[in-house]
Nanobody, 116 residues
Framework: EGQLVESGGGMVEPGGSLRLSCAVS????????MSWVRQGPGKGPEWISG????????YYTDSVKGRFTISRDNAKDTLFLDMTSLKSEDTALYYC?????????WGQGIQVTVST
């Protein structure tokens, strides 16, 4: 199944920025599409962004489009999510996930809190 380990979360004020990273091991990272999924307090999981294996095709849900950027470094088996113009509604547990249409493996999640 592999291992996915997120890092880079924390607390930030509204309008701020954060970069999440996801270090992958145990499977051939470059062969898999990848996603970021989040779960806000009291809400279900929400898929927010995906990236194809080559890194040249990306997808975003409307609520983060223009503010978040997904990217990957296949040489370092790492997935990234650059988040800017953060809002209180972005507060959530963020998960790195293998796949886009079908998620086959998840990280443990990392907390992002947007608050004054």
């Amino acid at each position: 199944e592999g291992q996915l380990v997120e890092s880079g979360g924390g607390m930030v004020e509204p309008g701020g920025s954060l970069r999440l990273s996801c270090a992958v091991s145990g499977f051939t990272f470059s062969s898999y599409d990848m996603s970021w999924v989040r779960q806000g307090p009291g809400k279900g999981p929400e898929w927010i962004s995906g990236i194809k294996t080559g890194g040249d095709i990306t997808y975003y849900t409307d609520s983060v489009k223009g503010r978040f950027t997904i990217s990957r470094d296949n040489a370092k088996d790492t997935l990234f999510l650059d988040m800017t113009s953060l809002k209180s509604e972005d507060t959530a547990l963020y998960y790195c996930a293998r796949g886009i249409h079908t998620i086959t493996s998840w990280g443990q999640g990392i907390q992002v809190t947007v608050s004054t």
